[in-house]
Antibody, heavy 122, light 110 residues
């Protein structure tokens, strides 16, 4: 049974860097599939942030590309998100998810973490 | 890429069928049969209910079906039940390893 769990600070100061990790169990990241981050501001819709393959190949939302880095650590079976220069607009529930096994399957997310709320405030 | 366009809300009575539209462009929905649909109850993570336009993951009720015509994808829920009342999001591959979501639709069961 594939399970994902996000972790990281729940409060980040403006202009600082948001850092989250997604721990994966029940499936080896090295086995394949794409892995992604999606966020949802309070009361609003879903926004794709970016995705990564186990090899380290990444793709990012054009609107966030200049501030986002997604990385993978296959030895720890986890992947991470860094978002720099955050503002209040980055306050959201952040979800990690497992996509399909090909690059065009990144619109398909069968497995999701429970989400972690990150608030940007001084 | 702009967000896909969904109606803010739809409603229907128990037992009826409703359809939620998801309009994109020839660069995303119109170019690929790679639209997925997610159901999200309050305080919960989204749940995949349709992928690759019309396929259902194991365990998803066959009351949910997906289709596409041109640049518009649709989710149809038949035999509406009270438990279907929640938010629904479409999502499409948009080329160049990019994904876009719709703004979401709130379904009310009258």
């Amino acid at each position: 049974q594939v399970q994902l769990q996000e972790s990281g600070p729940g409060l980040v100061k403006p202009s600082e860097t948001l850092s989250l990790t997604c721990d994966v169990s029940g499936y080896s990241i090295s086995s394949g599939c794409y892995w992604g981050w999606i966020r949802q501001p309070p009361g609003k819709g879903l926004e794709w942030i970016g995705s990564i393959y186990h090899s380290g190949s990444t793709s990012y939302s054009p609107s966030l590309r200049s501030r986002v880095t997604i990385s993978v650590d296959t030895s720890k079976n986890q992947f991470s998100l860094k978002l720099t220069s955050v503002t209040a607009a980055d306050t959201a529930m952040y979800y990690c998810a497992r996509h399909g096994s090909t690059y065009y399957d990144i619109s398909t997310s069968l497995y999701w973490g429970q989400g972690t709320l990150v608030t940007v405030s001084s | 890429q702009s967000a896909l366009t969904q109606p803010a809300s739809v409603s229907g009575s128990p037992g009826q069928s409703i359809t939620i539209s998801c309009t994109g462009t020839s660069s995303d929905v119109g170019s690929y049969n790679l639209v997925s649909w997610y159901q999200q109850h309050p305080g919960k993570a989204p749940k995949l209910i349709i992928y690759e336009g019309s396929k259902r993951p194991s365990g998803v009720s066959n009351r949910f079906s997906g289709s596409k015509s041109g640049n518009t994808a649709s989710l149809t829920i038949s035999g509406l039940q009270a438990e279907d009342e929640t938010a629904y999001y479409c999502c499409s591959y948009a080329g160049s390893s990019i994904v876009i979501f719709g703004g979401g639709t709130k379904l009310t069961v009258l």
